[in-house]
Every structure is written in C-alpha cells, then in structure tokens.
C-alpha cells in the first residue's frame, strides 16, 4: 500500500517532482487525543459499512530513479506550489511566494535557520515580515533533516510558526507561507510533525485555514500539503485528520477546484495516505461519495502523478468489500484499465494500477471488465515482458493473469500470446535476482495457466519442461539459502505444481521429487506445517497414475 511523501529540490518551472520510497508498516487504530480534547468521529453514520479492524497494510513512499523523476518542490519566493507524492512532501514554488523581493536586509536564501529564528522573535506582531520569514524558512529546513528537526526542536519554530498562524488568522499571505514552513518542518522530521499536530493542534488548526480561506486555492494547496507531510507513517495523527473533519474539506476541496492541479495533487495524496492505514476513513472516503468523484476526475486529468495518487486511494479502499463493490459501481475497473493501456512505461503508475487490479480481480464483475476492455488481457501481458525486472509488477502483474485463466477462454488468450514462455522466464529471472519477489507470482501464473489450460497446452508445458524447471528452480533454492524464500511463497508455489500436474500424467520421479520437497518445506514447521503436509500427501497418493 502506497503511503507516500514527495520530495521537492527545484523550482515549479523546472517540472520535475522526486520522491522517497520507504515500506513500513502500521496499525490501523488510535484512542489518542488533541489538544487535551477527546477525539471524535466525523460523521457517525457507518452503520451501513462494515467497521470491523482493518490489516496491517504496508505504505511506499517513491523515491526518485535515474530514469524517471516525479516532481519536487523546492519554494523560494511567490505563488503557487506545484507537485505530488504518496506521502509526498512538496517543497514550495516560485509561483506561490510572496511578489515582493525580500529587503536587503530581510529574510532571503543566504540566512541560516538561526538567522531566521532571530528575525521571527524580533518581529512577532508584524504579519508582513513573518510571511517572508517563514517562507525563507521554509526552504532552509527542506535541505537537510538534521536542520528540521534543529529548528523545531532546538529553536522552537513549530510553535512560533503556529502561533503567527492563530494570531493572525485572517491574513492570507501569512497563512499561505505559514502552511508552507509547517509542510517543510514536517517532511522527514517525525519529531517535528508530533509536536505540530498532537502537541499544539496543528491538525486543527489547518482545518481552520482551509475553512477561512476556502476562497484561496494557493493557500488551501498549502494547507492540505502540510497534512499530506504530517500523515506520513503516523496513524495517530491520521486519526486527527479523519476527526477533524479533514476528509470532508479534502473531497469538497477537490470537487470545487477539479482544474486546480496543485489541489487535486495533494489531496489525492493526502487522502493515499490516511486510505492506507485507517479503515473508517476509507469508509468515510466511499460515503461522502470520494470514489465517485475520483474516479470521475480521472477520466479529466492527464497529470501522472495526480492520476497515481487517485489511483493510490481507490487501491487501498479497494481493500474492503464495499470499496470494491463503489468501484465496481461506477465503472472505475474500465476506468484504470484505459489509463493503463497508454501510461504502459510509467513504472510507478503501473505498479499502482496492478495493485489495484489485484485486489478487483476477485470479484468476477471486475475481471469480466477486465476481460472486455480491448486489448486490455494483450497488455498486461505486455507489460510483465517491458517490466522484467520490476518486482512488484511481476508479482502483481502475474497474481490478475493468474486469476484470469480461470476463465478456460481467457486462459486459451493468454497462452496465445506467449504467456507460458514469460512465465518460466518470470520464475527463471526471480531466482537470478534473489531481491525480486516474483517467486511467488510466478508459481501462481505457471500453476494456475498449467491447471486451467487444455490438454494440448499442458503437453506443451510438460515438453518445454515447465514442470522440470519449477522442481529444480525449488530444489537449488532451498539447498542455497532457505532464508531467501518465505515458506508461503514455497509451499504456494507446490501446491500449483501439484494442482497442474495431478490432472495429466506425470512421471513417478517427479511425484518423489515433490513429496521431499514437502517434506523439506514443512519438516520445521509444527502442527499447522505437519497438517499440511499430511493433505498434501494424501492428495498425491489419490492421484489416479500411482
């Protein structure tokens, strides 16, 4: 599950975005308070969804390639902020900033954090100097973490900072600057985004911003760009975005200004990241109708990432069954899969797409749109080839295919298109590239094509010695470093084999092969290992060649 931070180092007009990617995992509840108050839902009519504990789910925050980067921000002086990111921090744009140039003797991009520190103490009651200040500020902290968290720990500016922001309330150039340094203090400063939210009721604050100066887009952008950075790996504080009422302003921010790309791209990331963890906002997110509208605003938009931070929200709700049944509803399966077929060599986009897929294909209505959008089958079969070495493509990309040849019809399609040559090459390059968790994928595409496919491919498989290379890929494996292969993936990987080659004859070395290869797999494993073993020996001994 993607949660994503953005990271920005250069100017809007430079049209460049990067992002940070880190898997970590979190819970989905929170019983804490802000501001010393209780927290409390915002809305109480969930009776209709289920509110059940959500899982543990993993949050990715992109990192720049060499070969592709996403924007980044990076905001010396004047208007507008322009980027995205999964939790992405943006860093500010030239286009937002205050016109006026800084006085020579003022705030600018030569001073240090204490010079500004000094200057924001001496001028604590004049509005105009603490906008230039805190958008000085802002740039500085964004260069290095160890200075983030000097200045909000150190030289105390998360409270002079939200402090200006309460005092002067009204002011919208101060509010927009002073969202601004708070999005910067809170990227990759987790001490910073605490005291922020939980400590002095930044959450709240911010909420109270977006309400004043709803009529204010570049502050707005701002303020929801300071939220996507606090979300980031912190489910408390995603609890106080959902309790301060943060995912209703989000959705209605976003229908207001659909065209307002630099809004559209940090709510969709902002949502992304509180969607990954927290299930009553994902319930909160289908009943103020936000899938609707996402998926109504993709069909418009033509950023990439803003089309991957909504394609990131409807992945996590897609988690739930009544996310997915929304989805379903208003056709957002054809939806992706358009978006798909023409953003193919987008690594990122693809990965987030596939992910989504995945969790639809369970539902025969999705796969049913899967299967009737043209060309749709053809190019994820397309795009495992072009996307060889990415892991998480293969894995996702094989799970759908997978699926999908339950369909005898459908798996007769794929086969024709030189799927079962990429499935041995998929398990083939998985075990020269022990990092790329395609093992598993793998298993599961040969396996369930093998089992579902007719007799004549399954000749073909036995004569190309499939069957042959999955035995022996587990066999060096296991002999080589146990450690490299989760046992799931392993015995996963059996349990298709022996699905594949139970329905046509095999030769009796081959069933000797796999049952030591049972034994070796489950011999370590206590009751619930043994059990298994034991069916899947009793399976064998069924089989109607012994």
């Known amino acids: ?61 992109l990192k720049p390639s060499s070969s592709h980067r996403v924007p980044t921000f990076f905001s010396p002086p004047q208007s507008s902020i322009t980027s995205t990111s999964q939790m992405m921090t943006y860093p500010a744009s030239s286009s937002w900033m205050v016109q006026d ?40 902290v964004r260069k290095s973490k160890k200075v983030s968290e000097r200045a909000g720990q150190e030289l105390n500016l998360c409270k002079l900072v939200v402090g200006a922001l309460k005092r002067f309330r009204h002011d919208p150039d101060l509010a927009r600057e002073g969202c601004w340094s708070l999005c910067s203090l809170a990227y990759e400063a987790s001490s910073n985004s605490s005291d922020i939210a939980m400590k002095l009721g930044g959450v709240r604050l911010l909420a109270q911003v977006i309400q004043t100066f709803a009529n204010h887009p570049k502050v707005m952008a701002n303020a929801f760009w300071a939220l996507l950075n606090l979300s980031y790996d912190n489910d408390h504080i995603k609890q106080l975005i959902d309790d301060r009422g943060c995912i209703r ?6 229908d207001r200004y659909r065209e307002n790309i630099d809004i559209n791209r940090r709510v969709a990331w902002m949502l992304n990241n509180v969607a990954s963890t927290l299930c009553h906002g994902k319930q909160e997110i289908v009943q103020l109708r936000g899938l609707e509208l ?39 399966v054809r939806v992706v899969v358009a978006l798909l077929m023409v953003r193919m060599d987008n690594a990122s986009f693809v990965q987030q797409v596939l992910g989504l897929l995945q969790n639809m294909v369970v539902h025969v209505e999705a ?47 794929v086969l024709s298109f030189g799927a079962l040559e990429l499935g041995m090459r998929m398990m083939e390059t998985s075990f020269l590239n022990p990092e790329l968790p ?64 139970s329905t046509f004859c095999v030769d009796l070395s081959v069933l000797e092969r796999l049952r030591s290869l049972y034994t070796a797999v489950f011999i370590s494993e206590e009751q619930t290992g043994l059990i298994v073993k034991k069916k899947a ?7 109607s060649f012994l």
């Open 438 to 501: 395609s093992l598993e994928s793998s298993a599961w595409f040969l396996g369930g094509m093998m089992h579902y496919c007719t007799d004549v491919w399954k000749e073909k498989a036995v004569s190309m010695g499939c069957v042959e290379l999955i035995l022996a890929e587990i066999e060096r494996t296991l002999d080589a470093s146990p450690s490299s292969t989760t046992p799931q993936s392993i015995r996963r990987l059996l349990f298709n084999v022996l699905d594949a080659i």
């Open 367 to 413: 796969r049913a749109a899967i299967v009737s959008f043209s060309g749709a089958v053809r190019g994820i079969v397309d795009i495992l080839q072009y996307h060889a070495n990415d892991g998480e493509i293969q894995l996702n990309g094989g799970a759908i295919l997978a699926l999908l040849c339950e369909d005898p019809t459908v798996c007769q399609l």
């Open 294 to 332: 996402l998926i109504d605003l993709m069909r418009e938009v033509t950023n990439s990432e803003v089309l991957e931070g909504m394609c990131g929200v409807l992945r996590h709700v897609s988690m739930e069954p009544f996310g997915r049944e929304n989805i379903i509803e208003h056709d957002g």
């Open 1 to 61: 599950k993607l949660n994503c931070k953005m990271d920005d180092n250069e100017e809007d007009n430079a049209g460049e975005d990067g992002f940070n990617c880190v898997l970590v995992k979190n819970e989905c509840t929170f019983d804490g308070k802000d501001d010393n108050e209780p927290t409390t839902a915002l809305s109480s009519s969930t009776s209709s969804l289920s509110s059940s504990p959500c899982p543990q789910e993993q949050q990715v925050s």
């Open 101 to 140: 140039p800084p006085a020579p003797n003022g705030p600018n991009d030569e001073w240090d954090v204490d010079m500004v520190a000094e200057y924001v103490n001496a001028h604590l009651m004049d509005p105009k100097d603490l906008a230039k200040a805190f958008r000085v500020l802002g740039s500085i």
């Open 249 to 254: 302003l989000a959705i209605a921010a976003l």
């Open 537 to 543: 020996e009793a399976r064998i001994s069924t089989n």
